[in-house]
């Protein structure tokens, strides 16, 4: 603080905030902002959730323009139902984010993208009874037709019945194979296509929670009917896969959007790491996240990981404390809103998109 005035009578001491060099906010004027980053500048000098979405650009462009800072971002929620799938495509393309684990329901929907079909609206006077019965999944106020997961079973199928029964299968290198798949047959854009072009590895830690490790199963039902040799699958696989891509970074970065298993299966690898020391397999220093940028509405009160803080982590060994230079934004906000906004708003900055003048 600045140089203390004498005190008032009730023995209050008023400060200057100017002397004492706070910074001030100002009122959000929309006929200066002519782009998504003037937006979004300018809500980071508001308040409440605004100041957040500002505040998280920042670290999101320090994080991009960290040349020794390689970027994990964790994905939960129906975001590719949602239609936020060509933002990451973008995160991708741009060179943002080196590295995705997220849940097997998002790859799913975005394969559906990827491959030129479509979700639709959903009216709530629908019954949701005669939607099952006319093949319409819904998806809160979207919906996935049936016939567009059957087609997503025709991609694995074609893809399992292509591999040498002498490999293991593990996650993340089904997806580069369908990556490759989508290069090869699909014109439009999609995650696991941008993924594949840029060799960033995708994971996806609960696989058999999704359309994707269903048809797995399935497939494996199939070799067995035909007395073909069941494919072995090791999920370890992708976890050493992560851990040796992680071991070898000077430092880390995570973009969480939601939580749950995405979040906390990328966030332990500072606990892996830590116990690798300590417990004498391997003489390392400590690997903790140096920046990290979540967005997620879930509040700390609903004692969920989804809802913790960044600060709490620090407790685990996941994250360099603040005072040790880690730096860290949360959005309390849906991912439809803010994503958007914050991911617009650093890409232009970095100068991504080439629009026409």
Not at 96 to 106: H, P, Q, W
């Amino acid at each position: 603080m600045g140089r203390q005035q004498k005190k008032t009578v009730t023995g209050r001491v008023l400060h200057d905030p100017v002397k004492d060099k706070l910074r001030p906010i100002f009122p959000l004027d929309l006929s200066r902002c002519r782009t998504i980053d003037d937006l979004v500048r300018a809500m980071g000098n508001t308040a409440f959730t605004g100041r957040q979405i500002g505040d998280a650009a920042d670290v999101l462009e320090a994080m991009a323009r960290d040349k020794d800072c390689f970027v994990v971002m964790t994905l939960s929620g129906a975001l590719t139902v949602g239609k936020m799938g060509l933002i990451f495509c973008d995160l991708i393309e741009s060179g943002v984010v080196n590295a995705i684990v997220s849940t097997g329901a998002l790859m799913a929907h975005g394969l559906v993208e990827a491959t030129g079909r479509s979700h639709f609206r959903y009216d709530a006077r629908m019954n949701d009874k005669m939607l099952f019965e006319a093949g319409y999944n819904r998806v809160y106020d979207s919906l996935e037709p049936e016939v567009n997961l059957d087609h997503v079973e025709e991609v694995m199928q074609r893809l399992l019945n292509e591999w040498d029964a002498n490999d293991v299968v593990c996650r993340w290198e089904i997806h580069r194979r369908i990556g490759e798949f989508l290069q090869k047959h699909a014109p439009g854009r999609g995650i696991l296509k941008s993924a594949f072009q840029h060799d960033v590895p995708v994971f996806v830690p609960a696989f058999s929670d999704s359309e994707l490790g269903i048809d797995f199963a399935l497939h494996k039902i199939a070799r067995q009917k035909e007395n073909r040799p069941v494919l072995r699958f090791d999920p370890f696989e992708d976890f050493e896969k992560f851990a040796n891509t992680m071991l070898a970074t000077k430092r880390m970065g995570i973009f969480t959007v939601g939580g749950g298993v995405p979040r906390n299966w990328s966030q332990q690898f500072g606990v892996y790491a830590e116990l690798l020391a300590r417990r004498g397999y391997k003489k390392l220093p400590l690997k903790r996240y140096n920046y990290g940028l979540r967005i997620c509405p879930e509040p700390v009160s609903w004692g969920g990981l989804s809802g913790s803080t960044y600060t709490e982590a620090v407790s685990w060994g996941k994250f360099v404390p603040p005072e040790e230079g880690g730096r860290f934004a949360e959005v309390f906000d849906d991912a439809t809103v803010a994503l958007p906004l914050i991911v617009g708003a650093v890409l232009e900055r970095l100068g991504h998109f080439k629009h026409d003048k």
